[in-house]
């Protein structure tokens, strides 16, 4: 502890009295008390040649900034005409919000805040959460600091001047005249020196306890509900006949998402949407379509329609088709447009809402402090007064998202270890399993390129190999479309030819909306076996 | 009071006393600062006014509590010197210890 004091003292010499002054009793009138020092400088000149006294070492400067510098270039979609930002708008706001840490053991009390909209996944959850984090959340939790000074220094002073005092009735016993008068005099103003060390404590802790509370609730306080960005939707095409559909959750890599047709429920249902919306659309096309298809078959039809007396072809029909059913859903689907955008406008302004209120409470947030009197007789040998850099709450980063967005909420149930803490331990090289203080992709802290395994971008050049690719390859979906120009395009028959292509083209997390492509076209829709045109009002 | 007897016994346990402070706050209170629960900073996030303002502030304040504490245990060791030089001299201290406890007597009164 006292390493100092080996060290020859440079300071405070003109609080030495020149030599031969009276040893005791006849001190020479007291020079003046040491300035109240507002700072090392002026208490010890010599201490700090450069170094600014309120500044501990850099941990101001490598506090999270914007942790998106720690990453590689982010690559948008690479289909140009696709409407997705790269980035989510929402996204730095939702970084500022959660980044905080109030309270420790929060990873897994926190979840998405149900807005009607698709969740991500367990794991990107899991991991954005803890990227925007430092490495040890709880070490940097406000809360445990906040206890810690409470309970580590101040409760450890609390009794201290009462004890100095009590004791010098004792020592009153066995001591007198002028010498023990001082000493007491020292001792009151140790007291003073203690109690006002406390009381900046008590008013910094009540202030933390402020702040932390605010964050705290904040962040959804005890429901742990917090609002996650809303995937972003581009469709490829018209709505009664896209390609696909783009998804871009945040904090995506590369490539976006695409949903074909065969997944028209699916989609619609991470919309919010009623998926039988989609059923009903295609299922009224095709039938629209072999309406026209049946009826133009009849010379009788075609004549009074003026139309070319060989008939028509399947995407005339399909053309056709199309009309009627704008007609029909035009404005149901609008709606349903609409409705998603408004919802994710709702959760971007509430994201944007508590990332403000955060930084006004950070702003205003304020500690106690001053730099106290201490008693003459205090020996600035043993005093160390330069203040050890803290540890700053590093390994923040920007999250990287790597799964389709799900139905399903979160669990939010920690892993099943002892060490809920460092359960990275468990993961070994699984890459999906890295969920809390950061899990494989995010606890390295140098945020270099090759540390992130799960790095969707992998799926933007390389159809199918990185965890999270949905598609083959994005080239099938035209092709596909293309081949399946004998149907309609924007109908089940074409998503199910388009299947046949790309065959196997989702990934297992869409496994229930999986059909069997073949199955699907010959047998499953009897797409061209059961039109009653006693039941079409369109006949 | 001047005519008492003087009683090293009686300083000597008043010393013991004061050591045991400067253990603790040398043995427990700093060290949570420089190397315990306390060495960490808080995680106030990515905010500017988290980096601008809460950073700063929290920093600062574990700087100044810091030389706080220092200040005190600065003042620990020289009371507990001044204990033992009066000890060793029949209840007076040396010059540099009777200067630096007579100044004292300028300082506030709050505790007098």
């Known amino acids: 502890m006292s390493d100092s004091s080996s060290e020859p003292y440079q300071g405070l010499d003109g609080a030495t009295p020149a030599a031969g002054a009276p040893a005791f009793g006849a001190a020479p009138p007291a020079p003046p008390p040491p300035a109240p020092p507002s700072g090392p400088i002026v208490t010890l000149p010599g201490e700090y040649p450069e170094a600014p006294p309120f500044q501990p070492s850099d941990p101001i400067v490598t506090l999270p900034g914007e942790p998106e510098v720690c990453l590689p270039a982010r690559m948008g979609c690479s289909n140009a005409e696709c409407g997705n930002p790269t980035a989510h708008p929402a996204e730095v706001d939702w970084q500022r919000l959660v980044s905080a840490v109030p309270v420790e053991g929060q990873l897994y009390r926190l979840r998405p805040k149900e807005a009607g909209m698709s969740f991500p996944s367990e794991t990107d959850f899991r991991s954005a959460v803890s990227a925007v984090r430092p490495e040890d959340p709880d070490a940097h939790a406000i809360s445990r600091l906040r206890e810690a000074w409470t309970g580590e220094v101040a409760g450890r002073l609390a009794d201290w001047s009462e004890r100095i005092k009590s004791n010098l009735t004792d020592l009153a016993e066995g001591w007198s005249g002028t010498d023990f008068e001082a000493f007491e005099t020292a001792c009151d103003q140790t007291r003073e020196l203690v109690d006002d060390v406390i009381d900046d404590i008590d008013a910094t802790v009540t202030n933390l306890q402020s702040t932390e509370e605010t964050l705290y609730a904040i962040q959804g306080g005890d429901s742990g509900d917090i609002p996650y960005p809303a995937a972003q939707v581009w469709i490829d095409g018209d709505w009664h006949s896209w390609v696909s559909v783009h998804i871009r959750p945040a904090w995506w890599h590369g490539d976006c998402i695409e949903y074909t047709c065969q997944d028209a429920e699916h989609v619609l249902a991470l919309g919010g949407a009623e998926p039988e919306m989609a059923t009903e659309i295609i299922d009224y096309i095709d039938e629209r379509v072999l309406h026209y298809v049946d009826f133009y078959s009849s010379p009788v039809n075609i004549d009074r329609d003026g139309l070319d007396p060989r008939g028509i072809t399947v995407d005339e029909a399909k053309q056709l088709a199309i009309v009627d059913a704008m007609e029909q859903y035009s404005t149901q689907v609008t709606q349903a447009f609409t409705s998603y955008e408004g919802r994710q406008n709702e959760v971007n302004e509430d994201i944007g809402q508590r990332s403000t209120d955060t930084d006004g409470e950070e702003r205003t947030m304020r500690t106690i402090r001053s730099d106290k009197d201490y008693p003459a007789v205090a020996d600035p040998a043993y005093m160390d007064l330069e203040p050890p850099a803290m540890d700053p709450p590093h390994g923040t980063q920007s999250p990287l998202a790597s799964d389709d967005p799900s139905l399903e909420p979160p669990a939010g149930e920690a892993p099943d270890t002892s060490d809920p803490v460092a359960p990275e331990e468990d993961d070994d090289d699984e890459v999906s399993g890295g969920l809390a203080s950061g899990g494989p992709g995010f606890g390295g802290g140098g945020g270099m390129p090759g540390s992130l395994p799960s790095a969707p971008a992998a799926t933007s050049t390389a159809g199918g190999v990185g965890p999270g690719a949905g598609m083959v390859g994005s080239a099938a979906v035209p092709a596909a479309a293309a081949g399946g120009a004998a149907a309609a395009a924007g109908s089940r028959g074409s998503a199910a030819m388009m299947g046949g292509a790309g065959g196997g083209m989702r990934g297992p997390g869409s496994s229930e909306q999986d059909r069997e492509p073949d199955v699907d076209l010959v047998e499953h829709e009897n797409m061209w076996g059961f039109v009653n045109e006693d039941d079409d009002p369109y006949a | ?112």
């Open chain 2, 1 to 112: 009071m001047a005519t008492r007897a003087f009683d090293p016994a009686a300083l000597e346990r008043y010393r013991q006393f004061l050591v045991e402070l400067l253990e603790e706050l040398e043995g427990d209170i700093i060290p949570s600062l420089r190397e315990g629960t306390l060495k960490k900073a808080p995680a106030f996030g990515s905010s500017p006014g988290a980096t601008e303002n809460a950073t700063v502030e929290y920093a600062d304040f574990h700087a100044t509590t810091w030389r706080n504490l220092q200040y005190l245990r600065g003042t620990l060791h020289g009371l507990i010197a001044g204990l033992q030089s009066a000890i060793e001299n029949n209840g007076t201290v040396d010059h540099q210890v009777a200067t630096d406890l007579l100044r004292l007597t300028e300082g506030d009164d709050l505790y007098t």
